[in-house]
């Protein structure tokens, strides 16, 4: 069994930043993807980034590319998403998910275990 805990979520106001963190445990961290997605109210969950732990280039949606940067810590199993520029839009409870393997991809179906979510909220 594997246990995501995020952490870092809040509220900011536009053009702030935040900082989330993912902490993993139960399993090996290392060969693994691990991702955030976002779900704001109403919408679908979407990709936000990914990155796989072992190493290679991240992976960014379009809506945030430029201004969110993930990286991975194998030595504390952790993923933490450093966002900046921050806009309404970027309103949503985020999630840490994580899959088995080497590829990154971008739909939430594929990922194994998520965390419970933590929200973040931009005011204008």
């Known amino acids: 069994q594997v246990q995501l805990v995020e952490s870092g979520g809040g509220l900011v106001q536009a053009g702030g930043s935040l900082r989330l963190s993912c902490t993993s445990s139960?399993?090996?961290?290392?060969?693994?993807?691990m991702g955030w997605f976002r779900q704001a109210p109403g919408k679908e969950r979407e990709f936000v980034a990914a990155?796989?732990?072992?190493?290679?280039?991240?992976a960014y949606a379009d809506s945030v590319w430029g201004r969110f940067t993930i990286s991975g810590d194998n030595t504390k199993n952790t993923v933490n998403l450093e966002m900046n520029s921050l806009k309404p839009e970027d309103t949503a409870v985020y999630y840490c998910?994580?899959?088995?393997?080497?590829?990154?991809?971008?739909?939430?179906?594929?990922?194994?275990?998520w965390g419970q979510g933590t929200q973040v909220t931009v005011s204008s």
């Open positions: 998910a994580t899959r088995i393997g080497t590829a990154i991809i971008r739909s939430p179906t594929v990922y194994d275990y």
């Open positions: 139960g399993r090996t961290f290392s060969g693994s993807v």
């Open positions: 990155i796989n732990v072992n190493g290679g280039s991240p």
